[in-house]
């Protein structure tokens, strides 16, 4: 049994986890920077924020899972896309172990490790992958040894609009499981800008409008309400186009928005009617963490894929349909 | 409707609507009904279905006035949110892309190219160019589910349009993709002239390299 280290640091979350090759997942330690309500990230003070807590969280993810620095086979870290600063923490304290230890660097695309773990726990072989989150909102499906884009957002993310929206209004970022809250109490449907583009959505429209309404004095909870049921309707109905059109029988929800009940719901539902099987990653590694670069490194790894140091830059720009996946079949 | 329409089945389920074979008057239709989403809110469901149904009818017709070839619309009926409209074939291009020769790939697709152009200078955006809405019947292209189509004139509008098309031979042919965009491009100068042509490729480029993480940005 090998393990590996993955570390995640795109974006808020600083995090670290050891993996096996077994798929167990031993350990994930992460810490979250939050800034304060009415304010988003700023690439800065999210680097901070990772410099100060990154050796606490490594040692915490190492001794979790009762392994040694020894005992690794490689180390693994989100070399894209993200935030520069903070991508850079992560890359380097990952050099320092790959170094230290005389052990492979791998870098991982922080998407494609969000569909890798979401993978590892449920068992599609051949699905239409719906990724939402708050850097990428696209539905892909793997063909010829790439995950190809079937649809995705024209502009922001599903994750951005909620965020976004959530600063206007004064709440505490990341919001998705507040903004979930507040939905549930909402009742009235605002008329809002509904968006789609054969298999691709646009959110932009939306977001203006959301705010506009709330500085109207329009109430939060009918907002909340509004933004879900007409944001997810449109990526839900994107997705059934993708559905029908690559004729897939399978279907995962993954990323940090996944964790929305209602969202889940939509979707499991376009399964059903087109006869596919539904999956969602779980509550817990919906989010980023450093589970989903351990478990892709790994894979990635097995393919012989890894870095030297000294090319081991992070791409704050790089695209998941640029990356060959020679780990799967397709 | 009921009365003139006949032998009804149904032979697909689209991600919108289902659709039925049937005869009206005499003639052999295709039944489009876009059917209830559940997963959506109820009344944004209706509004949804509804306006597509009377604007698909619509720009149908109006695309014809274009020269575009596009089934015929026999009867709208909006309660029902359906259309019942001339029966073309059921020979997508989308399956033919990968089986037919090099020459008429580049001829089909400088077609298509040609009645995407042909639909921009009559004002209309088609909204959701898929190799599957392209119908194929006795040597000509059919454009069809224009129910995601708008009127524009706007060169954003049409560069998102092509810009869609693109993307869909990248997911779905993508060893054809570059080719048959070539071809697509060369077809639409053909309609719309050179220099608008070009004008529209330029911000079909423009808009991909917009989207999310591109590193040449």
Redesign the interface.
């Known amino acids: 049994m090998e393990k590996i280290l993955g570390i995640e640091s795109t974006a808020h979350t600083f995090g670290a986890c050891v993996a096996s090759s077994l798929g167990d997942i031993t350990s994930d330690t992460r810490s979250i920077f939050n800034p304060p309500p009415g304010r988003g990230i700023h690439p800065r003070e999210a680097a901070q924020h990772h410099s100060r807590v990154a050796a606490a969280v490594v040692s915490q993810a190492l001794k979790e899972s009762k392994t040694s620095l020894g005992e690794l086979v490689a180390v693994a870290y989100s070399a894209g896309p993200g935030l520069g600063p903070a991508l850079r923490v992560g890359a380097s304290i990952a050099r320092a172990i790959s170094l230290w230890s005389d052990i492979p660097l791998v870098p991982v695309h922080h998407a494609i490790g969000h569909i890798e773990i979401a993978l590892l726990e449920t068992s599609a072989r051949d699905p239409l992958v719906v990724l939402v989150s708050g850097g990428h909102t696209c539905i892909t499906a793997l063909v010829e040894g790439r995950w190809r884009v079937f649809g995705e957002t024209e502009d922001i993310t599903l994750g951005n609009l909620v965020d976004s929206f959530a600063r206007e209004a004064g709440l505490p970022s990341p919001a998705g499981r507040e903004i979930e809250v507040l939905a549930s109490k909402g009742k009235n449907l605002v008329d809002l800008p509904y968006t789609v583009k054969g298999n691709d959505v646009s959110y932009s429209g939306l977001l203006t409008f959301l705010k506009e309404r709330f500085r109207d004095g329009v109430g939060l909870e009918d907002l909340c309400f509004s933004l879900q049921e007409i944001g997810f309707s449109m990526l839900t109905e994107a997705t059934e186009r993708a559905l029908a059109h690559t004729g897939k029988k399978e279907l995962v929800l993954t990323g940090g928005v996944a964790a929305n009940r209602r969202l889940q719901q939509m979707m499991k539902w376009i399964a059903e009617e087109h006869k596919a099987t539904f999956s969602v990653v779980s509550q817990k590694l919906s989010g980023d963490s450093g589970a989903q670069i351990a478990w892709t490194g790994l894979l990635a790894l097995g393919s012989g894929i890894s870095i030297p140091i000294e090319r081991s830059f992070v791409r704050p720009r790089w695209r998941f349909d640029e990356v060959e996946i020679p780990w799967r079949k397709s | 409707m009921e009365k003139v329409l006949a032998h009804v089945r149904l032979v697909g389920?689209?991600?919108?609507a289902d659709l039925f074979l049937g005869t009206w008057h005499h003639m052999r239709v295709l039944v489009k009904k876009r059917v209830p989403?559940?997963?959506?809110?109820q009344?944004?469901d209706a509004r949804?279905r509804s306006f597509r149904t009377a604007h698909e009818a619509r720009l149908l017709q109006d695309a014809k006035k274009c020269g575009v070839p596009t089934p015929t619309v026999y009867l709208v009926d909006l309660p029902n949110t359906t259309i019942v409209m001339e029966y073309i074939s059921k020979e997508r291009l989308k399956e033919r892309v990968s089986t037919m020769g090099g020459d008429e790939r580049s001829a089909r697709f400088t077609e298509l190219g040609e009645n995407i152009g042909l639909l921009h200078q009559g004002g209309i955006i088609h909204?959701?160019?898929?190799t599957?809405n392209v119908l194929i019947k006795s040597n000509r292209l059919y454009l069809i589910d224009l129910g995601?189509g708008t009127y524009s004139e706007d060169v954003e509008d049409r560069g998102?349009d092509l810009h869609?098309l693109w993307?869909?031979l990248?997911?779905?042919h993508?060893r054809f993709a570059k080719i048959a965009l070539a071809a697509v491009v060369e077809g639409y100068e053909r309609s719309v002239g050179r220099s608008r042509a070009h004008s529209v490729e330029e911000r079909m480029w423009r808009?991909d390299r917009?989207?999310?993480?591109?590193?040449e940005?």
Do not use: M
């Not at chain 2, 989403?37 to 809110?41: A, M, N, V, W």
């Not at chain 2, 909204?127 to 898929?130: M, S």
């Open positions: 389920k689209g991600a919108e989403k559940l997963y959506r809110l009344a944004l949804i909204g959701d160019l898929t599957s995601l998102v869609l993307r869909v990248q997911s779905s993508h808009i917009r989207g999310r993480y591109i590193a940005r």
